[in-house]
């Protein structure tokens, strides 16, 4: 019901910024989509929320590990979500992956998210 794909990942030195963006297709058309986030997930590592956008609660959240160095926007006509990273840092090298739902989920429960991109590899540098 909900195609996700993700862009804008590559390497960047730590300290650089860069930008993802995720392009809902969206196949349902009596329901919106209530979320959408980006997670990411480091090899050996847990699958873990860094931004969520919750459009029923008008709220935004991040992860205490990315707070003040990325935002998340969103355009809802569009359907597209962008996570603007700065101030890169060398564990912040994950897959970074765009998910959504009609309905609403928290950012710590990723395995509760029905719908998943591919994901888009960010490797920072030092």
């Known amino acids: 019901q909900v195609q996700l794909v993700e862009s804008g990942g590559g390497s960047v030195q730590a300290g650089g910024s860069l930008r993802l963006s995720c392009a809902a297709s969206?196949?349902?058309?009596?329901?919106?989509?209530?979320?959408m986030g980006w997670f990411r997930q480091a090899p050996g590592k847990q699958r873990e929320g860094i931004a969520v956008?919750?459009?029923?609660?008008?709220?935004?959240y991040f992860a205490d590990s990315v707070k003040g160095r990325f935002t998340v926007s969103e355009d809802k006509a569009k359907n597209t979500l962008h996570l603007q990273m700065n101030s890169l840092k060398v564990e912040d090298t994950a897959m970074y992956y765009c998910?959504?739902?009609?309905?609403?989920?928290?950012?710590?429960?990723?395995?509760?998210?029905?719908?998943w991109g591919q994901g888009t590899q960010v490797t920072v540098f030092s």
């Open positions: 998910a959504a739902d009609f309905l609403p989920h928290e950012i710590a429960r990723p395995q509760d998210w029905t719908y």
């Open positions: 956008i919750s459009r029923s609660g008008g709220k935004t």
């Open positions: 969206v196949y349902t058309y009596d329901i919106d989509i209530d979320c």
